[in-house]
């Protein structure tokens, strides 16, 4: 049963900034990416916008990203309900996009890309909070 169709996805902001100090010895896996999102939907239930931040950090730089998915929801379903959908499936559609303009935009700079480490979404799900509203998207 498909919930949601997905329309696109804009950048919302973008920051790029290159560290002089080098932390490759003090970052793990786990420091080095903070993923959040905020899924809001139209009064009528027919519209959500999923906004998707990620900070990625690498030993010489770090990048801030802000992403905002948009769907048009398929299915008549409660609120609560589509929130936990896009919360899951939507947040897994953005962050490819994600990891490829983090390493598109990193290696203009030259020849080492931050690479985005691979995400467990379901665990990222259970350390995040997905929030939602009635804002028109």
């Known amino acids: 049963m498909e919930v949601a169709s997905f329309q696109g996805y804009s950048i919302r902001d973008i ?3 290159k560290s ?3 932390l490759e010895n003090t970052l793990s ?3 080095m990416l903070e993923v959040s999102s905020e899924i809001n939907v139209t009064p009528d239930m027919k519209q959500a916008k999923l906004q998707l931040k990620v ?10 990203l802000e992403l905002w998915g948009y769907f048009t929801l398929t299915t008549k379903l409660e609120r609560n309900e589509i929130t936990d959908y896009l919360g899951l499936n939507g947040v897994a559609l953005l962050l490819p996009y994600a990891r ?4 598109i935009v990193s290696v203009l700079d030259g020849k080492d ?11 990222l799900l259970k350390s995040t909070e997905t929030f939602e509203d009635d804002k028109k998207t």
Do not use: F, Q, W
């Not at 900070?55 to 801030?64: I, R």
């Not at 490829?100 to 390493?103: D, N, T």
């Not at 890309?113 to 665990?123: I, K, N, R, S, W």
């Open 113 to 123: 890309a931050l690479l985005m480490p691979t995400v467990d979404v379901l665990g």
């Open 55 to 64: 900070l990625c950090h690498a030993p010489n730089a770090e990048m801030n």
């Open 100 to 103: 490829s303009i983090i390493s």
């Open 29 to 31: 896996d786990k420091d």
């Open 15 to 17: 920051k790029y900034h």
């Open 20 to 22: 002089l100090k080098n």
